[in-house]
């Protein structure tokens, strides 16, 4: 069974930065796509940020510019830089991998004050 494990969420100012990290249980190189989503209370799941096997990336208009989504095979890691923060970027981060199937973690709470 595959596992996601987010962390580095946590509390910042509009402003900030911060940086998520998603650790696989296997090679990432398995997985055609990781990506990151957020859900916002009362909102629903979008994607954030994507990366596909060949190194292809995307990104929600949103975010554009200011997060930039990247991994290290070596260490089964896809990490989330986000620069820039906005309050409106206040979400539960959930990283994504995909196969054969959609796997997810369990997700990492980003706060952004005004």
């Known amino acids: 069974q595959v596992q996601l494990v987010e962390s580095g969420g946590g509390l910042v100012q509009a402003g900030g930065s911060l940086r998520l990290s998603c650790a696989a249980s296997?090679?990432?190189?398995?997985?055609?796509?990781m990506g990151w989503y957020r859900q916002a209370p009362g909102k629903q799941r979008e994607l954030v940020a994507r990366?596909?096997?060949?190194?292809?990336?995307n990104y929600a208009d949103s975010v554009k510019g200011r997060f930039t989504i990247s991994r290290d095979n070596a260490k089964n890691t896809v990490y989330l830089q986000m620069n820039s923060l906005k309050p409106e970027d206040t979400a539960v981060y959930y990283c994504?991998?995909?196969?054969?199937?959609?796997?997810w973690g369990k997700g990492t709470l980003v706060t952004v004050s005004s």
């Open positions: 990366i596909i096997i060949d190194g292809r990336t």
């Open positions: 994504h991998a995909f196969s054969t199937a959609n796997y």
């Open positions: 296997e090679r990432i190189f398995s997985f055609s796509a």
